[in-house]
């Protein structure tokens, strides 16, 4: 599917690139960062415009959060009981749980490109949790933002080389994730060093 989707890119670039990110953010299987990549390319040779293909790319992921969100929102209790049944998405939707009981403007911002596989979990958890739309919106944009901005243009630098532009963001997004969880295990191990005995 992925072949049959990047041949369409010179002929539906745009619409394509959107409907893909919206599609990703609802955990549907489609291969939004090789797309966004592909984009960058097609940046880099003079067929597609920087600012078009990165807004059409955030503008498709916003769109697909707000779905989840409101899913959420509506259905969520007994979307989320039906998901946790298979242990995959238990797992899943279970760390997306604990982020948002913990660090909710931080876990939407996070999981829309640190975190991407948890995205449409925080979605549907936060839209359940009530969590407020306005910061989940700012939150979602700005983390968007981050994720279109990133794959685009590396994309772009790499002048359409997706296995290395998709080598060297995997390297770095591993290195920030990485650091995120010495950061965390940090913090955790100096809150039970104090603790009281």
């Known amino acids: 599917m992925t072949d049959w989707l990047l041949a369409?890119?010179?002929?539906?670039?745009?619409?394509?690139?959107?409907?893909?990110?919206?599609?990703?953010?609802?955990?549907?299987?489609f291969p939004a960062s090789i797309l966004m990549l592909t984009a960058g390319g097609f940046v880099a040779s003079g067929?597609?415009?920087?600012?078009?293909?990165f807004a059409a790319a955030a503008a498709g992921a916003v769109a697909g959060d707000q779905i989840g969100y409101w899913t959420g929102r509506s259905a969520g209790?007994?979307?989320l009981a039906r998901l946790r049944q298979d242990p995959t998405r238990d797992r899943l939707v279970g760390k997306a749980v604990a982020l948002m009981d913990r660090h909710g403007l931080l876990a939407v911002?996070?999981?829309r490109w640190l975190f991407s596989p948890l995205g449409?979990?925080?979605?549907?958890?936060?839209?359940?949790?009530?969590f407020g739309w306005p910061g989940f919106t700012l939150a979602g944009l700005a983390g968007e933002a981050v994720w279109a901005g990133l794959y685009v243009g590396m994309g772009y630098g790499f002048a359409g080389n997706i296995e290395a532009a998709s080598d060297m963001l995997g390297?770095?997004?591993?290195?920030?994730a990485g650091l995120a969880g010495v950061v965390v295990f940090g913090v955790w191990l100096r809150g039970n060093l104090r603790a009281p005995e």
Request: net charge neutral; proline share 6%; glycine share 8%.
């Open 8 to 29: 369409l890119v010179p002929t539906y670039g745009l619409w394509l690139l959107a409907a893909t990110t919206f599609c990703s953010c609802l955990a549907l299987p």
């Open 47 to 53: 067929d597609l415009v920087l600012w078009q293909s």
């Open 77 to 79: 209790a007994r979307l």
């Open 109 to 111: 911002f996070l999981s």
């Open 120 to 130: 449409p979990w925080v979605n549907l958890t936060a839209g359940t949790a009530g």
């Open 171 to 176: 390297s770095v997004l591993g290195l920030l």
